[in-house]
């Protein structure tokens, strides 16, 4: 399942970090993918820092590629795909046949960027079109304190109460 989840740019990554904390109590295998070394670093650093409660073991995955380790979350450098893990997330863009291959899978809509939000429009459509598991998750219960899976339908009718 793909879920496309609303966000802004400056809470993006805070929030990666928040679903990678939450995959991570659940005992799931996490890989977060960065677009590039740079992005890797940064990411390196807030999953160590992002919450004084959270540890959360990782590494950057090796230029190699290697899949070992005793790490449950791993930081990719471009497509990388890991064979047995459950989740991905995608802190840059992913294709269609990467996030396809995983039980789950998180894009983020990044609202307040028009280029980056036209760029997730499309992906939408491509996943729509090709007939893949998609749901869209609003701004205002894209966080892993709503539950999981998220749901639109449980998010549309909070929204409705409201």
């Not at 890991?82 to 990467?98: N, R, T």
């Not at 396809?100 to 939408?124: D, T």
Request: proline fraction near 6%; aromatic fraction near 10%.
């Amino acid at each position: 399942m793909l879920y496309f989840m609303e966000t802004k740019a400056a809470e993006q990554r805070i929030l990666l970090c928040q679903w990678v904390d939450f995959f991570h109590e659940s005992e799931k295998k996490v890989q977060v993918l960065a677009d590039s070394t740079l992005a890797a670093q940064h990411l390196d650093g807030m999953l160590w820092t992002f919450s004084q409660p959270s540890f959360i073991p990782h590494r950057i995955l090796s230029a190699e590629g290697s899949e070992d380790g005793e790490e449950s979350v791993v930081i990719s450098v471009g497509e990388v795909f890991m064979s047995g893990w459950d989740v991905l997330i995608c802190d840059g863009p992913a294709g269609l046949e990467l996030m396809g291959r995983y039980p789950v899978a998180l894009h983020f809509i990044i609202q307040n960027e028009p280029e980056r939000l036209q760029s997730s429009r499309i992906l939408w459509q491509q996943a729509r079109d090709r007939g893949m598991g998609i749901q869209h998750i609003p701004y205002a219960f894209n966080h892993p304190r709503f539950g999981w899976p998220p749901s639109d339908r449980t998010a549309g009718s909070a929204q409705r109460s409201k």
